[in-house]
């Protein structure tokens, strides 16, 4: 593992919330944080984008009044979720809210800028970029992001196809700084096998769709319980890149999910119409077999760390 970030200090489970479209939300991100879990949300889950100033300041609050009330067990600190593609919009005004309240933590994804990297280190923001591929970690490091998300094959939402043992190897070749795995983790075992390939945290996304406090409609959760891997599928129609969504929800669209057409990765769209027409799609990772029921943040985190204790105190006694 490597010498983390101040930021981390106060984490005692090696965890973060991925930020999920459109389901992440204060209530989820408080809920993380404050049972020991790096909380995110994308900066686009606001919605007008004036809500992101409300946002930010309700979680900001909480986990104030959290840390005041408990002294001895500080929250995890939270992150924002920026896609810095260029047909976000919204891109400058949501760093600057992220600067008024001087989120910990800045994830970017699709494109490493170094002028929202240097954004972020102005007020001493840690930057976590995420990956598909070790050309793509050298170049966001090679811009000034602090860390990388090595975003794997099976993972939900923009996955890539590279082999988790694969792309956390080739990166720990070179760089010794942050590093998250994002793959089909949903159980305390497979965090412990994170750590054990060289990836400081966790990424963990799919299982809190799964829980009572995610945005997600009653029967996106349901779904998410009664389906497992063979349901997933691998398409970059409805954003122009490649992404792990569920095949109940494609049908409902009215779409073959064995035969979706190729998307132009050119019409990236990222809060626009395009998104918009496509938002009842629900995206997944491949581990959720491993979801057997709906239940609170809190309760799935406490889940989590006894199956993680579990796990390691059996690799100990082997």
Excluded at 35 to 45: I, T
Excluded at 163 to 191: H, K, N, Y
Aim: charged content about 15%; glycine content about 8%.
């Amino acid at each position: 593992m490597s010498q983390l970030p101040a930021v981390f200090a106060s984490l005692k489970f090696p965890v973060i919330g991925s930020p999920l479209f459109i389901i992440s939300n204060p209530k989820l991100v408080i809920a993380q944080c404050i049972n020991g879990v790096v909380g995110s949300m994308p900066a686009l889950n606001a919605r007008p984008a004036a809500q992101l100033d409300d946002w930010l300041a309700e979680i900001t609050a909480a986990l104030a009044a959290h840390n005041h009330a408990h002294p001895d067990n500080p929250a995890a600190p939270f992150a924002v979720n920026q896609i810095v593609h260029k047909s976000n919009a919204r891109l400058a005004d949501d760093m600057a809210l992220c600067v008024k309240y001087k989120v910990p933590v800045i994830i970017t994804s699709l494109g490493a800028r170094e002028d929202i990297y240097q954004v972020a280190h102005s007020y001493g923001a840690v930057v976590l970029h995420d990956v598909i591929n070790n050309k793509f970690a050298h170049k966001a490091i090679e811009k000034g992001a602090d860390g990388l998300i090595a975003v794997a094959a099976g993972a939900g939402g923009h996955a890539g196809i590279k082999s988790p043992f694969a792309l956390v190897q080739e990166i720990r070749q070179w760089f010794d700084g942050p590093l998250g795995l994002s793959g089909s983790i949903a159980t305390g075992s497979a965090i412990l096998g994170a750590l054990a390939m060289g990836a400081d945290f966790a990424y963990i996304g799919s299982a809190f769709i799964a829980t009572e406090e995610a945005r997600a409609s009653a029967d996106y959760k349901r779904c998410i319980v009664e389906c497992n891997s063979d349901d997933v599928v691998y398409s970059n129609l409805f954003t122009g890149v490649h992404g792990n969504y569920l095949a109940p929800s494609i049908r409902n669209a009215g779409l073959d999910p064995n035969a979706l057409a190729e998307s132009d990765p050119s019409k990236m769209d990222f809060g626009g119409d395009k998104s918009k027409a496509w938002k009842d799609i629900w995206g997944c990772g491949q581990g959720i077999g491993a979801i057997d029921k709906v239940q609170t943040a809190a309760a799935f985190i406490a889940q989590l760390k006894c199956e993680f204790a579990t796990a390691k105190a059996r690799v100990l006694n082997t």
